[in-house]
């Protein structure tokens, strides 16, 4: 049972827009910023958005993310065979048992 | 561009410690305001953060493994490292190092599985 929760699949069609939801709590998404990872099959994630909707450099504008409340969504537009991937949110979590970061349980993306 | 590289046994035996090592290289450990993370995943599973560490020795670990689970940092080998305790199957896993930034990992090392089975 993981601390964020998101839908375990989605999908779209080519050039088609999907999001991703990520629903958190207070001590987590409602008071620390998001961050967002892709894993494409058999590779390590890598940093798709941070701090809830900034772009690393070298992630196409077709990837954006945005925070509200307790949730964040990630919004991939024009979407591209190669998007097809697991994505993560995470986030740091304030809990009184001890802090540190959470994460979702993760979206399986498939692209038909 | 800094890089990651996890190393270590890939088989350890019940009950026994698990210790892996990640080697940064393209940058001094030293340099910058990050911390240095591991995190797992076991197969066909999602990520689990296990806990970090700061050059200057400060750590934070994930509550549910930190009665068990030790992070330390080397500067002079540009290098930090986990150590579990106790394992279990459960605790067999790809395991990750990565760069911290205010709680975002960026960039990762390619990922290490360790497998635990007498």
């Known amino acids: 049972q993981s601390v964020l929760t998101q839908p375990p699949s989605a999908s779209g069609t080519p050039g088609q827009r999907v999001t991703i939801s990520c629903s958190g709590s207070s001590s987590n998404i409602g008071s620390n910023t998001v961050n967002w990872y892709q894993q494409l099959p058999g590779t390590a994630p890598k940093l798709l958005i941070y701090?809830?909707?900034q772009r690393p450099s070298g992630v196409p504008d077709r990837f954006s993310g945005s925070k509200s409340g307790t949730s964040a969504s990630l919004a991939i537009s024009g979407l591209q065979s190669e998007d097809e991937a697991d994505y993560y949110c995470a986030a740091w979590d304030d809990s009184l048992n001890g802090p540190g970061v959470v994460f979702g349980g993760g979206t399986k993306l498939t692209v038909l | 561009q800094v890089q990651l590289q996890e190393s270590g046994p890939g088989l350890v035996k019940p009950s026994q410690t698990l210790s892996l090592t990640c080697t940064v290289s393209?940058?001094?450990?030293?340099?910058?305001?990050?911390?240095w993370s591991w995190i797992r995943q076991p197969a066909g599973k999602g990520l689990e953060w296990i806990g970090r560490?700061?050059?200057?020795?400060?750590?934070n670990y994930n509550p549910s493994l930190k009665s068990r689970v030790t992070i330390s940092v080397d500067t002079s080998k540009n290098q930090f490292s986990l150590k579990l305790s106790s394992v279990t199957a459960a605790d067999t896993a790809v395991y990750y190092c990565a760069r911290d930034q205010l709680s975002w990992f960026d960039p990762w090392g390619q990922g290490t599985l360790v497998t635990v089975s007498s």
């Open positions: 560490i700061y050059t200057s020795g400060s750590t």
């Open positions: 393209g940058g001094s450990i030293s340099s910058g305001s990050y911390y």
């Open positions: 701090s809830n909707n």
